[in-house]
């Protein structure tokens, strides 16, 4: 699984690079900063504006406080209808509040249409990844996973297995009564519903059903409707190296008199979660400029050692440890914050320039302060500390662990052992380095 | 008080003290900038890399030509609302879900993404399900930019816009990059010269 993981992110990351060569990076990502800085300081009148277009446009807008207020919303919708079938479109906010299992609580088939969904989804596992949640999966576990649901041939082409997968889900688009999504944004000004993606599961499952319900986080919005050219575009470059996704849908609301298909109504409810506490804190708001395209994931060393699951929730990486305080709490987030090594690859190529590792930072401070961290590791941060304000005790702790046979009692050592294995511990020199610099000074 | 009332609530007091800061402007990060090829060149180029087809005609009488030596190897079709009527071909035509090729009118196009724009008073099925799709754009409709082609979009919005820029794809089974997942897996860009279909 980790050699899956670890091709298929520095395949991504290496696609952004080249999608990224081609256009005035900085300058793109300045602007896409300041826009969404613009937005979340100006949130309650974009919010307020928004409402006010969907409604304009014929869409039924929709508020809820907590993921579950958001659940009991789209269950109403649907008991409402007497619905019994529900097409998503792939979502990281319904996989955030955990909507497929509050809506199959309420007596609802749901089925995820997105391929990579779709394929977690028989497995019953989550998203490992932001925008390619099966990406832990090889084409061996597909191919196994298909010959056992539908009878497939064990050696069976990546393309006989979406054909399949095609014609499994073509009857289902045809007869759900709901089509469910998220929201890459929302224009405020037209009321704009817009979604990226790849296969046209969005497309179809925003379309075909008659009624489509749409999750939005309130840190979607966009002021205008041609902002998006330019969020589009910069999503796609970062996310897969493309000039743009291969479907773009904007939404302005349900079919209209003289159109031949489209759903009759078109719900859009907006969710907070948490994030309105997230754009309180003084430093954490940033976050809120995500577009969850996913780049810092496939560059992130830790990502691609250890793949999405060890983060524990539906965003992982970089950007799900520093998301993870801000929207479950810091206590229920550890020890996420420290799953980084600060080396500041997430920083460089993050479209919307979050500071990611000075967040990480921040998180651990805050975790330190509030007493969140391991014991062991409080107590050496706190003899370090008090070592580094007496020179005379650093000195003899210096020279104690120098005359340690390191490599003797590191072969003896849960963990270190192993990694000894094919290592030696370097023996620290005797003497102090003030003494030595001091000898060369003498000696110049 | 409301779940809407308390959310803005909550906005306004987390936003209230920090400094505003004001909109960077519209969009103009082009791709290719310095390109000054015709849009129409830098389209085909970006579409054909995609994965999509193209074909050319000077006019419309020379499209409807191709079309229905094209068509003839369908067994039934599907065609948008808004297509010409002269680019209907004499093929049986069926409900979208069961027709083995679509014809749609893109209301535009777009050179530097590559994206054939398409309107849903055109039909959303027609569009999305057959498994070939015929897309017929007019030369002249084809902006350099995406920002462009919104902002003249945004003065007569339908219900749904969708940009289709390629054949369907996904590369979520071993990250290998198979063709017509859900939506059509050839799709073929027909450009018409001038004078286009009215």
């Not at chain 1, 309650?44 to 006010?52: F, G, I, K, N, V």
């Not at chain 1, 405020?188 to 817009?194: E, K, L, N, Q, Y």
């Not at chain 1, 961290?373 to 120098?402: N, Q, R």
Request: with cysteine; hydrophobic share 40%; aromatic share 6%.
């Amino acid at each position: 699984m980790r050699s899956a993981v670890t091709a298929a992110a520095r395949t991504k990351d290496e696609r952004r690079q080249v999608a990224w060569a081609q256009i005035d990076a900085d300058g793109w990502r300045d602007w896409a900063r300041d826009l969404k800085t613009h937005v979340l300081t100006h949130l309650d009148d974009y919010l307020q504006q928004a409402e006010q277009s969907l409604a304009a446009n014929g869409c039924k807008v929709h508020w809820a406080a907590t993921g579950a207020d958001a659940c009991d919303v789209v269950v109403r919708i649907a008991e409402r209808l007497s619905a019994r079938s529900v097409v998503k479109a792939k979502s990281m906010l319904t996989e955030e509040i955990g909507l497929n299992g509050r809506l199959e609580g309420a007596g609802l088939a749901v089925r995820e249409t997105d391929l990579g969904e779709f394929i977690i989804q028989l497995l019953d596992e989550p998203p490992s990844h932001i925008v390619g949640p099966s990406l832990h999966r090889s084409l061996d576990d597909c191919r196994r996973l298909f010959h056992e649901r539908f009878g497939t041939a064990l050696d069976a082409s990546p393309e006989t297995l979406a054909a399949t997968a095609r014609v499994v889900m073509r009857d289902e688009f045809l007869d759900a009564d709901l089509g469910i999504s998220g929201a890459n944004f929302l224009a405020a000004d037209t009321g704009t519903v817009a979604l990226i993606e790849n296969e046209g599961n969005i497309r179809i499952s925003t379309s075909i059903p008659k009624v489509h319900v749409a999750l939005v986080g309130i840190e979607k919005l966009v002021p205008r409707f041609e902002d998006l050219s330019g969020l589009i575009q910069l999503t796609a470059r970062s996310a897969t190296g493309q000039p743009i996704g291969n479907y773009v849908s904007l939404i302005q609301g349900p079919r209209r008199a003289g159109e031949r298909d489209g759903p009759d109504e078109v719900h859009v409810v907006f969710v907070d979660n948490g994030r309105t506490n997230l754009l309180a804190d003084p430093e954490a708001w940033e976050i809120l400029r995500c577009v969850r395209c996913g780049a810092c994931l496939n560059t992130c060393p830790v990502y691609r050692q250890t793949g999405g699951h060890a983060y524990g929730w539906a965003y992982s990486g970089p950007i799900g440890a520093i998301l993870a305080p801000g929207l479950l709490g810091l206590r229920a987030s550890m020890p996420l914050p420290f799953a980084s090594s600060l080396c500041g690859a997430c920083a460089e190529v993050c479209p919307v320039r979050i500071p990611i590792p000075e967040l990480l930072v921040y998180w651990r401070e805050r975790a330190a302060a509030e007493g969140l961290t391991p014991a062991l590791e409080t107590a050496t941060m706190k003899i370090w500390a008090t070592l580094s304000e007496h020179p005379d005790a650093f000195g003899v702790a210096a020279d104690a662990v120098g005359a340690l046979p390191l490599d003797a009692v590191g072969r003896r050592l849960p963990v270190v052992r192993g990694w000894m294995e094919e290592r030696a511990a370097p023996q620290p020199s005797r003497e102090r380095f003030l003494r030595t610099w001091s000898r060369k000074e003498e000696g110049q | 008080m409301s779940p809407r009332n308390r959310i803005l609530g909550y906005v306004r007091g987390a936003t209230a003290s920090r400094p505003r800061v004001p909109h960077p402007g519209r969009f103009d990060g082009r791709f290719l900038a310095g390109d000054d090829r015709p849009p129409v060149d830098r389209f085909v180029e970006l579409f054909l890399a995609a994965g999509g087809e193209v074909e050319r005609f000077a006019d419309l009488e020379d499209a409807a030509q191709w079309l229905y030596g094209f068509a003839g190897d369908f067994e039934s079709v599907t065609v948008g609302a808004t297509v010409p009527g002269a680019l209907r071909p004499h093929v049986p035509s069926t409900c979208p879900d069961l027709a083995t090729l679509g014809i749609s009118h893109a209301l535009a196009g777009v050179a530097e993404t590559g994206s054939l724009v398409l309107d849903s008073r055109d039909g959303r099925r027609t569009q999305l399900l057959a498994p070939t799709h015929v897309v017929f754009v007019r030369e002249r409709d084809i902006h350099h930019t995406l920002v462009g082609a919104m902002v003249t979009l945004k003065a007569d919005l339908p219900s749904a816009v969708g940009l289709h820029s390629g054949p369907s794809k996904s590369a979520d089974i071993g990250q290998i990059l198979v063709r017509g997942v859900h939506g059509p897996g050839r799709i073929v860009a027909a450009i018409v010269g001038e004078p286009g279909p009215e």
